[in-house]
């Protein structure tokens, strides 16, 4: 499969987890859009746009068990929990839940909108390794309080790559009547999702990781309970361009002149995922994932986070480096020195990411993968650690 990505061919790219390339053929997608909208502005902005984002939307919302009509597209997760955050009602005194596992990012918008107004952000810290759901759920809903407005938590976490059990964290706030915001960038294609099923309150994911859409592509889902609560960031138009009917997603599908064309392409990765085969993708990526995790955590002697099974971790592992490997005291900015060398000397692009005060490396790889790379990055890191 390696044939239908334009990768360079002198690199060895182990970081799909963080920014997933498209394959050629949405890429090709992408610009035969761009060249309609470029061809006659007028015709694709104000005459065809909102019936393509509607049909793209219908289709993304069938991959994920939605109504498109619940659905709208953002740039990427972030800008998706940027909205939920502008939208929750928080006062003086009330409480957001996170995981101990959350994206830096994450953390800072609630801390943010929590120092706003007088709010405090709780954090729960989950048991490892991760074997036992319902010991994830006690141990989670044990930091919920009567002062608890909203959990929010990874379907699968960013840091760690573990998969949280949030069909039963979701059951378990319903019967709480907790509102339940999941972060899901990972989770799209790389595991079976059905919003129906799942009934949280909000979604917000990346398309561009594993479902492979192009880059600057995402959605946010929003219940029908919250659908005339919901509050942009940035105020437009609020409306229709062409007597499409009037929707809580005008507020966000005409936010001023943008090109379109990368949304347009979802439903092309969508396409490509299918025709290969969802359950082949998934099953061929985890194996990966697998033979990662047996080789670095045999290698570096340390412990995985989870048990040795798809329930917990999918097309990508976090394994902990030897405590040889410096950790940074603060951040700065910049990549971890290691992250570099690897980059610059090896050509080998993969994430290290610091954690609960260790150094740990993140495999997270795609159809273009294979475990002779792997064996490569371990005699590396055999002579360099």
Same mark, same amino acid.
């Given at each position: ?67 498109? $009509? ?6 990427? =997760?972030? #800008? %998706? ?5 502008? +939208?929750? &009602? @928080? ?15 994450? $953390? ?6 929590? =120092?706003? #107004? %007088? ?5 729960? +810290?989950? &048991? @490892? ?35 949280? &059990? ?220």
């Amino acid at each position: 499969m390696k044939s239908s990505w334009s990768l360079d061919p002198e690199i060895t790219f182990l970081n799909h987890g963080s920014f997933g390339p498209s394959p050629k053929c949405v890429q090709e997608a992408q610009r035969e859009w761009m060249s309609q909208l470029e061809s006659n502005p007028m015709e694709f902005l104000v005459r065809q746009r909102e019936r393509l984002l509607d049909e793209m939307l219908d289709q993304l919302g069938q991959f994920i068990g939605s109504p498109g $009509q619940s659905l709208i597209p953002v740039e990427n =997760a972030t #800008v %998706g929990m940027n909205i939920v955050a502008n +939208t929750i &009602p @928080l006062q003086s005194g009330d409480e957001i839940l996170l995981t101990n596992h959350e994206y830096g990012a994450v $953390q800072r918008i609630w801390q943010k909108k929590a =120092a706003s #107004v %007088g709010a405090k952000v709780i954090t729960a +810290t989950l &048991p @490892l390794p991760f074997q036992d759901a319902d010991e994830i759920v006690e141990a989670l809903f044990r930091s919920v309080t009567p002062q608890t407005r909203l959990l929010v938590l990874s379907h699968v976490t960013s840091p760690t790559a573990l998969v949280l &059990p949030v069909e039963k964290i979701c059951q378990r706030a319903r019967e709480q009547k907790l509102p339940v915001c999941i972060d899901g960038p990972h989770a799209i294609a790389m595991r079976p999702l059905n919003l129906a099923t799942l009934n949280c309150d909000f979604y917000t994911a990346s398309c561009h990781k594993w479902l492979c859409a192009p880059f600057g592509t995402g959605f946010l889902y929003v219940a029908p309970h919250w659908q005339h609560k919901i509050s942009p960031v940035n105020t437009s138009w609020g409306g229709t361009m062409y007597g499409r009917e009037k929707s809580w997603q005008d507020e966000f599908l005409w936010v001023g002149t943008s090109d379109p064309s990368r949304y347009l392409a979802i439903s092309n990765a969508i396409d490509f995922l299918q025709d290969y085969g969802l359950d082949r993708f998934r099953k061929e990526t985890h194996q990966l994932a697998v033979q990662a995790y047996d080789l670095f955590s045999k290698q570096f002697q340390t412990e995985p986070y989870s048990a040795r099974h798809s329930d917990w971790f999918g097309s990508m592992v976090t394994i902990p480096l030897p405590e040889s490997v410096p950790v940074p005291t603060k951040w700065t900015g910049r990549p971890h020195p290691l992250q570099e060398l690897l980059a610059i000397k090896y050509r080998i692009e993969v994430h290290l990411v610091k954690w609960n005060s260790l150094m740990h490396i993140r495999i997270s790889s795609h159809l273009y993968n294979d475990f002779s790379e792997l064996e490569r990055l371990s005699q590396i890191l055999k002579e360099e650690i």
